[in-house]
């Protein structure tokens, strides 16, 4: 079964860091793009960054300004979101997604096919 | 950074409804985009993709259209277990960017 299972979720102050880990099962993960995507109490989906196959691309939404880092470790199956300097604002619900890729003869496209259940962040004081 | 403008932000609908929800780019994305159901509590689960491909597994009741700046997700006949929440999701260009959401209540 293709199973991601993310963890490290908690809650922190202001200013305080947080790793997220996403460990996956079931599938070939190294040959995969991967994202985190998340979504803040009652409010919509926002993306968040990705990144390739063996790590050598990755691609970050604007208003993460620099604090966030996605990494991976194909070896472990494993993706993870280091975040620093946490802001009241990053509070939510993160979800690891696994990226296929499709290709027609507009070219090749992306879409997330395999989702985590989430682990809540709580920036606060 | 590309923005993705779903309309309505939510609708009413009965069951066996013909559903229509509409997501307008800022800018012409081809066909790169995804359709994307997520229900209270739970992950979002992929329905559509590159604009009108279906994914495996979803039901075929689902189906979506457009090209460029207009895009369009029906739901032929609405379901119970439809009543949800659908997001677009833009993967024209990075960042990546979702719709806003349009939530599907019952009537």
């Known amino acids: 079964e293709v199973q991601l299972v993310e963890s490290g979720g908690g809650l922190v102050q202001p200013g305080e860091s947080l790793r997220l880990s996403c460990a996956t099962s079931g599938f070939n993960f190294g040959t995969y793009w991967m994202a985190w995507v998340r979504q803040a109490p009652g409010k919509g989906l926002e993306w968040v960054a990705n990144i390739k196959q063996d790590g050598s691309d990755k691609h970050y939404a604007d208003s993460m300004g620099g604090r966030f880092t996605i990494s991976r470790d194909n070896a472990k199956e494993s993706l993870y979101l280091q975040m620093d300097s946490l802001r009241p604002e990053d509070t939510a619900v993160y979800f690891c997604?696994?990226?296929?890729?499709?290709?027609?003869?507009?070219?090749?496209?992306?879409?997330?096919?395999?989702w985590g259940q989430g682990t809540m962040v709580t920036v606060s004081s | 950074a590309i923005q993705m403008t779903q309309s309505p932000s939510s609708l009413s609908a009965s069951v066996g409804d013909r559903v229509t929800i509409t997501c307008r780019a800022s800018q012409g994305i081809r066909n790169d985009l995804g359709w994307y159901q997520q229900k209270p509590g739970k992950a979002p689960k992929l329905l559509i993709y590159a604009a009108s491909s279906l994914q495996s597994g979803v039901p075929s009741r689902f189906s979506g259209s457009g090209s460029g700046i207009d895009f369009t997700l029906t739901i032929s006949s609405l379901q119970p277990e439809d009543f949800a929440t659908y997001y677009c999701l833009q993967d024209y260009n990075y960042p990546r960017t979702f719709g806003q959401g349009t939530r599907v209540e019952i009537k």
């Open positions: 997604a696994r990226d296929f890729t499709t290709r027609d003869n507009n070219g090749y496209h992306d879409a997330y096919d395999i």
